[in-house]
């Protein structure tokens, strides 16, 4: 089992085949007015089972589960969530399986600058792999003071 993709979105609807619309896709920049501030994100995990076993969470009987954590420009966790994976069975085991997972993600914080939305695949609490997401805070721009000559400056 592999993380095979993430996307960050404002918003996600899924259809009647379970298939995914998102919304907002990899807004990075977050332009803020004023501290401290706070957005809702969807983090759409993609995994795929390439193991020819009949459960898809549990190949060679391992459980899996999905951390996701937002790191602070300091490096500090401001939000934290873990989940096991559901066990599912698969429904042709000679095919790669893909599962989709949907985190709904607190982006706060008191301060502009980068930060990181880290998720990790794990097997019993041991990080097996992570992807992140980088995300710039800046404040608003001042659209009196922008221009093609004079761009405005995203930190200081």
């Known amino acids: 089992m592999r993380i095979d993709s993430v996307l960050l979105a404002e918003g996600i609807a899924t259809d009647a085949r379970g298939a995914f619309t998102a919304v907002g896709v990899n807004q990075k920049i977050i332009s803020s007015a004023a501290l401290p501030f706070a957005v809702k994100q969807n983090l759409v995990l993609i995994f795929t089972d390439e193991s020819d076993e009949s459960e898809f969470t549990s190949p060679e009987g391992k459980d899996f589960s999905v951390s996701v954590r937002l790191l602070d420009p300091d490096g500090q966790a401001s939000f934290a969530v873990s989940q096991p994976l559901p066990k599912v069975k698969k429904s042709w085991v000679d095919l790669p399986s893909l599962m989709n997972l949907v ?14 939305l880290v998720a990790a695949l794990q097997e019993k609490g041991v990080d097996q792999e992570k992807k992140v997401i980088t995300l710039f805070v800046t404040p608003a721009l001042d659209l009196t003071s922008a221009s093609p000559e004079r761009p405005g400056k995203a930190f200081g």
């Open 103 to 116: 985190v709904e993600v607190s982006v706060s914080g008191n301060r502009y600058g980068k930060y990181s």
